[in-house]
Structure formats: structure tokens, C-alpha cells
């Protein structure tokens, strides 16, 4: 993050964008970490090595995923009936 702290200052001071001389991304490691756990959350939800079910599982059809959890509503109420 130096660096790149480091890089940003020598842009702004060839383009002479006041923004980019101020720009402390040290400062700002906290809030890129969290950009970047939010767009993991948004873009690959499975994570980045899902496995064929949890992928299966999350993007399945409203069809599909209304049949499963009716199938599992079914199954917990005969168990509970015996």
C-alpha cells in the first residue's frame, strides 16, 4: 500500500490533480478491505473455489428452490407427526 501510495503522489504531482497528492491508501486499507469483501459478497456469493452444491444452491431456479424447500417442509412435519 506504500507503494501504491507512493505511485498516486507521483501522478497527481505529473497531472497535477491535487486529489491524488493527498491520497493515503495506508490510511484507507480498512475501507478497501471492506469494498472488497463486499463485492466478493455481491459477485461470487459461493466464494471463489465453490463446490457444485453450494453453487447449485445459490443460483438454482425459483422453481427448483421452491420444490427443495418444499420437500424439506414435508419431511420436518412427518417428523414431527410421529
Known amino acids: 500500500l506504500v507503494q501504491l501510495t507512493q505511485w498516486s503522489h507521483q ?4 497531472t497535477h490533480v491535487g486529489f491524488l497528492n493527498e491520497l493515503d491508501f495506508v490510511n484507507l486499507k480498512f475501507l478497501l478491505y471492506g469494498l472488497a469483501l463486499v463485492l466478493m459478497m455481491l459477485f461470487r ?3 471463489l473455489l465453490p463446490s457444485s452444491r453450494r453453487a447449485r444452491e445459490l443460483h438454482a431456479s425459483p422453481e427448483i428452490a421452491a420444490a427443495e424447500s418444499q420437500e424439506l417442509y414435508d419431511v420436518s412435519t412427518e417428523a414431527q407427526s410421529a
Do not use: S
Open 45 to 47: 456469493p459461493e466464494g
Open 11 to 14: 501522478l497527481g504531482a505529473f
